[in-house]
């Protein structure tokens, strides 16, 4: 059975930086696209971030172009949301989602197979 496992949410202060993180377990993780989503209160849950992980090529919202990173350990499972310069409108449950297959860039949320419980990011400013 899948399972994917968030850590690493918490509050911070606008500016400042948290890193995410996403452990799969279940299913055959290599050559299959993971992403980040987020959902604020009263809005759709977006796309963040993505990486095909057969090849480590990564992709990103413009909302956060330049502010995040995503990566990945193979040896783990394991994805990671590296969250630099935050801002109040970063605030939300944050997502991690898993793809069957190959991503060319950040797939809209139906296309996503798996996903984990979500972990809360506050940016007070």
């Known amino acids: 059975q899948a399972q994917l496992v968030e850590s690493g949410g918490g509050s911070v202060q606008a500016g400042g930086s948290l890193r995410l993180s996403c452990a799969a377990s279940?299913?055959?993780?290599?050559?299959?696209?993971m992403g980040w989503f987020r959902q604020a209160p009263g809005k759709e849950r977006e796309g963040v971030a993505a990486?095909?992980?057969?090849?480590?090529?990564?992709y990103y919202s413009d909302s956060v172009k330049g502010r995040f990173t995503i990566s990945q350990d193979n040896a783990k499972n394991t994805v990671y949301l590296q969250m630099n310069s935050l801002k109040f409108e970063d605030t939300g449950m944050y997502y991690c989602?898993?793809?069957?297959?190959?991503?060319?860039?950040?797939?809209?949320?139906?296309?996503?197979?798996?996903w984990g419980q979500g972990t809360q990011v506050a940016v007070s400013t």
């Open positions: 989602a898993a793809k069957r297959g190959y991503c060319s860039g950040l797939p809209p949320l139906g296309l996503f197979d798996y």
């Open positions: 279940g299913y055959t993780y290599s050559r299959n696209c």
């Open positions: 990486i095909y992980t057969g090849l480590g090529s990564t």
